[in-house]
């Protein structure tokens, strides 16, 4: 048997990809082409000058008003702000999407 993707869900993974890479460009004053290029293992705090603990203040809030999610300070660890992969898979979670 064969499985078709969804595909509603992947849409909506496509659109979560590129605003999170949207919201990070914005919060951080990257180029927008520098963001695009991203990919899970890209790394992201201890890798962007740019990320630093004042940015990740920003950086939550900002996802919690653009995605309409609530982070909790247990939520927040090393790993999820890691690589570009980690915080995608938190920001699904956040989104029941995982």
Avoid: C, W
Avoid at 72 to 92: C, H, I, N, P, S
């Amino acid at each position: 048997m064969t499985t078709v993707p969804n595909i509603d869900s992947a849409a909506e993974e496509a659109a979560l990809d590129r605003e999170l890479k949207a919201l990070i460009a914005d919060v951080l004053g990257l180029d927008p082409e520098q963001a695009a290029a991203f990919g899970p293992d890209s790394g992201l705090f201890g890798h962007l000058p740019e990320l630093d603990s004042m940015a990740v203040a920003g950086l939550l809030t900002e996802m919690e008003d653009r995605l309409g999610i609530i982070i909790d300070d247990d939520d927040v660890d090393g790993e999820m702000l890691e690589t570009y992969g980690g915080l995608l898979a938190f920001a699904r979670a956040k989104l029941g999407r995982a």
